[in-house]
């Protein structure tokens, strides 16, 4: 939905002439000064430009919106870019329930997250860094303004919490207290590692500290261990009455070699050993009561195996009295992204993708049959409900970012304008799905974005997303908008692997990678091509992640592409065993490389097949990177010198694999834009 400007009239007084035989030239300067007025006035709000790398300084992004008890307003939190200091900040809001009202709550306090509505609805509670000890604390603050306060002195590592439904209680999952910075020196101990995974991006080399769960009486601040031992424990919330708490852990003897996770259930009355709830050997995630006590919906993965890049998340529910659980999703070969019980508890809300949308259904716990809520072209990323018995939902278009919509009268409501400012200036980018055949006859879906509704032979970006188990979605897409802004058309391709059309399109390219992805990415681009929309003689190929390790394979298959640009790739398979977060999943897709030599040696075939590519390339990677660590792109980068194929590094300092630091990311926007220029001239 395009935001609504209210024309103004502008009025500007002239003093009235002394000369009658000048009223008519007075009349034409009055009149050319109205319309240059009217012209500057129009100019204001009138689409005058595409977007830019430099638009990520001004757009705005709405996080976790939640309604309040009583469901007369909506908190959520607001990230902007000080540009001054490089980097994203976030602030609390809250918007009354038509939209007509917005208070900023944390004006004074930055970094704020996690927050929540004490169930009272008098308080506002956030996680953010204590100015007494540098650790993140639980603060409260009245909703009607003032000081926050804090709340706890907690010594290890606060990592969620919940509250219980009379506010008397919150559980936190808590890690245990780092000892490794200790000394006095400030240098740290060196890593003394033995367990099986010891990488994962963002937090590092990984240590044997725990995760376990607290009790917080708020009255007393008495802060009692709910669980203890050599597992982790996460995900916890409170039943309905709050007498139990429910929460995930992986239990089995070695957690790093599976994905395994269990859900349990601890009651706070009896105190009696924790009873597990389920036995699926995968993963089990997110349980949640139900407000009448009786039902626990829960995610639980389509695989039972040891590790699976390529399952999909199911929606089940659980019966509290006698342990059976049913699963709901069973007629949707679709993933469940996120769910939300309705007030009466009689359904569940979820958002599932379906072939580049992101829409919200419902399900009856009495296995009724399945309600489309919303059915657009579009991405719905968050859901929530409250007592009050009222649904908002976090909405984006790929003509506006996310904005708080609010179900009023069966149909959702715009309630916040937050991106009215960011679009205003913009012209409007077109995006329209598209449809490929691959080779082997695969029906392929994308999305294509351009400044013309009828472009025809345009320079061509395919732009490939990570994951791979992703899709692109017809929510609105930085990346993409700014590409095509800057004169190129832009395609999206949901490639085999992808989610959204199903598991058996996921699970198509298991142990088979860089063969029917990049059949369907050159399939995207002869369509293009034979519509009109691309010129065959000026295509390039960009992406990050999963989308880098594509581009790779991709220039290494099809010699028609004249520029790339990889991002945070690889292609010597072989030297990211044991250097990334992955290992399970080689073990289990692949097996280890010393037993499957031929399978690793194949899928590596770009670098070894570097002479045959004629493609110019800059590789990028980000410095912290253990996801794909940056050597991916140090190899391949150093292959294209040593072969003399035209090509560029690039590192972002102190970066994970999402790089964050405003400057970076449009910096990374600029050199795609230069580079595809100077090569699609």
């Not at 410095?623 to 294209?640: L, R, S």
Request: aromatic content about 12%.
């Amino acid at each position: 939905m395009p935001p609504v400007f209210i024309e103004q009239s502008i009025y500007l007084y002239i003093p009235p002439l002394y000369l009658q035989k000048f009223h008519i030239m007075h009349t034409f300067y009055r009149l050319l000064v109205l319309l240059v007025i009217s012209h500057w006035a129009t100019g204001q709000t009138s689409p005058s430009r595409y977007i830019q790398p430099n638009d990520v300084y001004r757009l705005q992004q709405i996080q976790n919106a939640k309604l309040s008890p009583e469901g007369n307003w909506i908190m959520y939190s607001l990230s902007s870019v000080d540009s001054a200091k490089d980097k994203n900040s976030s602030k609390l809001y809250m918007v009354s329930w038509d939209g007509k009202e917005t208070v900023c709550l944390t004006e004074q306090t930055q970094g704020v997250g996690s927050a929540q509505w004490s169930p009272d609805g008098k308080y506002i509670s956030f996680v953010t860094v204590s100015k007494d000890d540098d650790n993140r604390q639980l603060f409260l603050m009245d909703r009607r303004g003032g000081e926050a306060f804090q709340l706890t002195k907690i010594k290890g590592e606060l990592q969620s919490y919940n509250w219980s439904n009379d506010g008397k209680k919150i559980v936190f999952t808590i890690k245990d207290p780092a000892t490794a910075d200790t000394a006095k020196s400030k240098v740290r101990k060196p890593y003394e590692i033995d367990r099986f995974q010891f990488k994962q991006d963002y937090e590092g080399y990984l240590d044997n500290r725990k995760s376990h769960l607290y009790l917080f009486d708020v009255a007393t601040k008495k802060l009692d261990t709910l669980t203890k031992g050599n597992k982790n424990e996460q995900d916890a919330s409170f039943s309905a009455d709050g007498n139990a708490v429910v929460y995930v852990s992986n239990i089995t003897v070695d957690p790093d070699r599976n994905s395994n996770s269990d859900i349990f259930l601890l009651d706070l009355i009896t105190k009696a050993p924790a009873r597990q709830l389920t036995t699926f050997t995968g993963p089990n995630s997110s349980p949640m009561y139900s407000a009448d006590n009786q039902w626990i919906a829960f995610l639980q993965s389509t695989s039972a195996e040891n590790y699976d890049m390529y399952d999909q998340t199911q929606l089940f529910i659980l019966n509290v009295k006698t342990g059976v659980s049913s699963l709901l999703s069973k007629n949707i070969d679709r993933p469940i992204v996120g769910f939300a019980w309705s007030a009466d508890s009689k359904d569940i809300y979820a958002m599932i993708e379906d072939d580049r949308k992101q829409n919200i259904v419902k399900f009856g716990i009495d296995q009724s049959a399945l309600v489309s809520v919303t059915n657009e072209e579009a991405s719905y990323s968050s859901i929530n409900t409250g007592k009050s018995g009222k649904l908002i939902a976090t909405y984006s278009n790929p003509n506006i970012p996310n904005e708080i919509y609010a179900w009023d009268n069966g149909t959702f409501r715009r309630v916040t304008h937050v991106q009215d400012k960011f679009v205003a200036p913009l012209k409007k980018i077109y995006v329209k799905g598209f449809q490929s055949i691959s080779a082997d006859k695969t029906v392929v879906s994308g999305i294509l974005y351009t400044t013309e509704p009828d472009a025809k032979k345009q320079p061509l970006v395919l732009f490939i997303h990570g994951g791979p188990v992703a899709q692109d979605e017809y929510g609105f897409d930085l990346s993409r908008q700014v590409l095509a802004g800057a004169g190129f058309a832009v395609a999206a391709v949901n490639y085999r692997g992808s989610s959204g059309r199903g598991l058996a399109f996921c699970k198509a390219i298991s142990g088979d990678w860089g063969n029917k992805e990049v059949q369907d990415i050159i399939g995207a681009a002869n369509y293009l091509i034979k519509t009109g929309v691309a010129d065959s003689s000026k295509m390039a190929i960009a992406g990050w992640s999963y989308g880098g390790i594509l581009t790779n394979y991709t220039i290494a298959t099809d010699k028609r592409f004249k520029a790339a640009v990889s991002g945070a790739g690889s292609s010597l398979q072989f030297s990211i065993y044991g250097t990334d977060q992955y290992v399970k999943q080689y073990n289990e897709e692949l097996g280890a490389p010393w037993k499957n030599v031929k399978k690793w040696m194949d899928l590596s075939y770009p670098f070894f097949k570097v002479e045959q590519i004629k493609t110019p390339t800059i590789f990028m990677a980000s410095q912290n990177d253990f996801n794909v660590p940056v050597a991916g792109a140090e190899q391949m980068y150093q292959a294209f010198k040593t072969t003399g194929i035209p090509t560029e590094l690039i590192i972002y300092p102190n970066q994970n694999h999402g790089v964050s630091v405003p400057s970076y990311i449009i910096h990374r926007f600029q050199k795609h834009i230069d580079w595809f220029k100077n090569y699609l001239k």
